[in-house]
C-alpha cells in the first residue's frame, strides 16, 4: 500500500502545508501540539476537505482538489482511532465492536471476531458497558471495532492521550501485536517520540 498526500488548507492561526508518502507498517507523525497533524489525518479519513491538494491510496484518488474528487469518509475504509474511544456508551462491548463488523459490510473480509478479541485480550469484557472500563480499556475495543471494519488503513490519533500513565504501558504491548501480526498498514500521531522510537518503520515530523 502506498498513500500519498500533497496538501494546503489554511486555518485562522495556521497554514497547514503537507506532503508525505508512506507504505506499509507503521509511520508515526511527530510534532508539537498545534503543528496539524490531526489535521493532516482528518485529511486522509475525509473529514476536513483541504483548500488544495491531492491524496491516493494506491491507485485510488481520494481526494483531488483540482478535478473536484471527494470520496466521503464511509466509503474510503479507512479505520480511525481517535484519543478519546468514542464508543457508543449504551452498547455493550460486544455490541461496540458488532457495530464495526456491520459498518465493514461487503468488506468485511479483514479480521474476524475471534481473532481481534484474542488479540487485544478482549474476552472478559465483552459483556461490560464502555462506563465501566478503565481508559486503556476503552482504547483496545475503539482498537477492536475500527479493525473489524475491515480498513485498508488505520490511523491512531494519539491513542494513548486519553488513557492515564499508569495505564499506557499496559496498552503498548497490543499496539506491537497489532504491528506484528497483522499487515496493516498505520499512521500513528504523537508528540512523544518514546511512544514510536522501536515500532515506527518510519518517522515524518510536522511543525
Given amino acids: 500500500m502506498t498513500l500519498r498526500v500533497a496538501i494546503r488548507h489554511a486555518f485562522d492561526r495556521m497554514t497547514l502545508d503537507v ?8 509511520t ?18 475525509g473529514l476536513l476537505r483541504p483548500d488544495h491538494g491531492i491524496v491516493t491510496l494506491d491507485d485510488e484518488v481520494l481526494t483531488d482538489t483540482t478535478r473536484g474528487v471527494f470520496v466521503r469518509p464511509h466509503q474510503r475504509r479507512i479505520g480511525y482511532v481517535f484519543q478519546e474511544s ?13 457495530f464495526g463488523r456491520w459498518f465493514g459490510g461487503a468488506h468485511a473480509n479483514g479480521a474476524g471476531l475471534d481473532e481481534v478479541v484474542d488479540l487485544l485480550a478482549l474476552a472478559p469484557l465483552m459483556h461490560r458497558h464502555p462506563s465501566r472500563l478503565s ?3 476503552q482504547q483496545r475495543v475503539a482498537l477492536g471495532r475500527a479493525l473489524l471494519a475491515a480498513p485498508r488503513l488505520l490511523l491512531l490519533d494519539e491513542p494513548l492521550g486519553s488513557v492515564d500513565v499508569r495505564h499506557r504501558a499496559d496498552i503498548l504491548p497490543y499496539l506491537d501485536r ?8 498505520m499512521i500513528y500521531v504523537t508528540h512523544d517520540r518514546q ?9 515524518l515530523e510536522i511543525g
Fill in 19 to 26: 506532503t508525505l508518502e508512506t507504505g506499509s507498517g507503521l
Fill in 28 to 45: 508515526a507523525l511527530l510534532g508539537p501540539s498545534g503543528s496539524g497533524k490531526t489535521s493532516t489525518l482528518n485529511v486522509i479519513a
Fill in 86 to 98: 468514542r464508543l457508543f456508551p449504551h452498547l455493550t462491548v460486544k455490541q461496540n465492536l458488532g
Fill in 135 to 137: 481508559g486503556g480499556e
Fill in 178 to 185: 497489532l504491528i506484528d501480526d497483522l499487515a496493516l498498514p
Fill in 195 to 203: 511512544e514510536i522510537e522501536t515500532r515506527a518503520a518510519r518517522v
